[in-house]
């Protein structure tokens, strides 16, 4: 296992929405006839089978099979050689994020199933399995509080204190839950009920936000403030609204706070997506984010340390996120002609 950098990771990648295409290299099909999920254990090339309700679902028809969900289904329920593959799948990604340097492992079961007592088996088991597999201590990311406090119930005090992804104005009944069970805090700027649109706005709603948490007794050492990024491609101004923020808050609440913003939202929409993430974590590191929601075999301080801006596609991704790239046909030219 690799020491934790100073880069704050919480890897992002252990949640049912993440998806493989179901024709690219991540899926095969078994001599038995069955499509299966490919993947790497202990240095060995393994499969994971696909159930046929996933085979039967709309998502698979358009090409595309959500491969955590997979993986905690057969966990859960398939035949005793499947769920040992499924449990497999999930520790390989775990231990992959721990060796490239995460702090925590982000967790979301949320569209596991439409059933909450599903959902809640679903955090129980997965949440149980990685703490049994892994040294760091889980992020519990869950709109519902009820399945947040089973995820955190289920975390092991003896790995860390675990991370509540996220409270906010408007996730305000989530505080006291995160508190109890003595939790870190993603601490986000939307307001109790709609997406902050300036600078401003995200100030003003975690300043609020910071006097409740502050009030419930959390230590600035146990917030992590996310300044909520937007993607470039719908407005080429939303990445510097989160540098600002940053710059802003930093000074407002001083080192000991942290940040944890889902950096690679940024880039949505857009080719060369590891490209753009890289140079955004780049530039919110220089105005003093420490941290963000991001894959680690992506973003960590190794990556972060290397980048070269003398390379055509870093440079183009710089002026795009710092405004300077008016709808991104720059950088959008620039990857087209390469490909041709």
Same mark, same amino acid.
């Given at each position: 296992?690799?020491?934790?950098?100073?880069?704050?990771?919480?890897?992002?990648?252990?949640? @049912?929405?993440?998806?493989?295409?179901?024709?690219?290299?991540?899926?095969?099909?078994?001599?038995?006839?069955?499509?299966?999920?490919?993947?790497?254990?202990?240095? *060995?090339?393994?499969?994971?089978?696909?159930?046929?309700?996933?085979?039967?679902?709309?998502?698979?028809?358009?090409?595309?099979?959500?491969?955590?969900?997979?993986?905690?289904?057969?966990?859960?329920?398939?035949?005793? *050689?499947?769920?040992?593959?499924?449990?497999?799948?999930?520790?390989?990604?775990?231990? *992959?994020?721990?060796?490239?340097?995460?702090?925590?492992?982000?967790?979301?079961?949320?569209?596991?199933?439409?059933?909450?007592?599903?959902?809640?088996?679903?955090?129980?088991?997965?949440?149980?399995?990685?703490?049994?597999?892994?040294?760091?201590?889980?992020?519990?990311?869950?709109?519902?509080?009820?399945?947040?406090?089973?995820?955190?119930?289920? @975390?092991?005090?003896?790995?860390?204190?675990?991370?509540?992804?996220?409270?906010?104005?408007?996730?305000?009944?989530?505080?006291?839950?995160?508190?109890?069970?003595?939790? @870190?805090?993603?601490?986000?700027?939307?307001?109790?009920? &709609?997406?902050?649109?300036?600078?401003? *706005?995200?100030?003003?709603?975690?300043?609020?936000?910071?006097?409740?948490?502050?009030?419930?007794?959390?230590?600035?050492?146990?917030?992590?403030?996310?300044?909520?990024?937007?993607?470039?491609?719908?407005?080429?101004?939303?990445?510097?609204?989160?540098?600002?923020?940053? &710059?802003?808050?930093?000074?407002?609440?001083?080192?000991?706070?942290?940040?944890?913003?889902?950096?690679?939202?940024?880039?949505?929409?857009?080719?060369?997506?590891?490209?753009?993430?890289?140079?955004?974590?780049?530039? @919110?590191?220089?105005?003093?984010?420490?941290?963000?929601?991001?894959?680690?075999?992506?973003?960590?301080?190794?990556?972060?340390?290397?980048?070269?801006?003398?390379?055509?596609?870093?440079?183009?991704?710089?002026?795009?996120?710092?405004?300077?790239?008016?709808?991104?046909?720059?950088?959008?030219?620039?990857?087209?002609?390469?490909?041709?």
């Amino acid at each position: 296992m690799a020491s934790k950098g100073s880069y704050i990771i919480v890897g992002e990648n252990i949640h @049912c929405t993440r998806i493989r295409m179901a024709t690219g290299k991540f899926v095969t099909t078994l001599k038995d006839g069955r499509n299966a999920l490919v993947f790497k254990a202990d240095k *060995e090339t393994r499969h994971l089978p696909i159930p046929e309700s996933f085979i039967a679902g709309d998502e698979w028809q358009n090409g595309k099979i959500k491969h955590v969900a997979v993986a905690i289904h057969q966990g859960m329920y398939g035949s005793d *050689e499947d769920k040992e593959a499924g449990r497999a799948y999930l520790v390989a990604m775990a231990r *992959e994020q721990e060796a490239a340097g995460a702090w925590f492992l982000d967790v979301n079961v949320d569209e596991f199933s439409h059933d909450k007592s599903e959902k809640i088996k679903a955090i129980e088991w997965t949440a149980s399995l990685l703490q049994s597999a892994v040294s760091l201590p889980l992020s519990i990311d869950s709109s519902d509080p009820g399945i947040l406090k089973a995820g955190l119930e289920a @975390c092991d005090a003896a790995k860390g204190k675990p991370l509540v992804n996220s409270v906010s104005l408007e996730r305000a009944s989530m505080i006291p839950i995160a508190a109890k069970a003595g939790a @870190c805090v993603i601490a986000g700027a939307t307001g109790e009920s &709609r997406m902050p649109e300036t600078v401003d *706005e995200r100030v003003a709603n975690i300043g609020r936000l910071m006097s409740r948490l502050e009030d419930e007794g959390f230590a600035r050492r146990d917030i992590f403030l996310d300044p909520l990024v937007m993607p470039v491609s719908v407005n080429t101004q939303n990445p510097s609204l989160v540098l600002e923020s940053v &710059r802003i808050l930093r000074s407002a609440y001083g080192e000991a706070i942290h940040f944890a913003p889902g950096l690679s939202n940024v880039s949505f929409g857009l080719p060369k997506r590891n490209v753009i993430n890289q140079t955004f974590a780049w530039l @919110c590191l220089r105005e003093g984010c420490d941290g963000g929601i991001v894959d680690p075999m992506q973003i960590n301080d190794s990556v972060l340390g290397s980048i070269d801006f003398n390379d055509e596609f870093y440079r183009l991704a710089k002026d795009l996120l710092l405004g300077n790239d008016e709808y991104g046909m720059n950088f959008i030219t620039a990857v087209r002609e390469a490909k041709a």
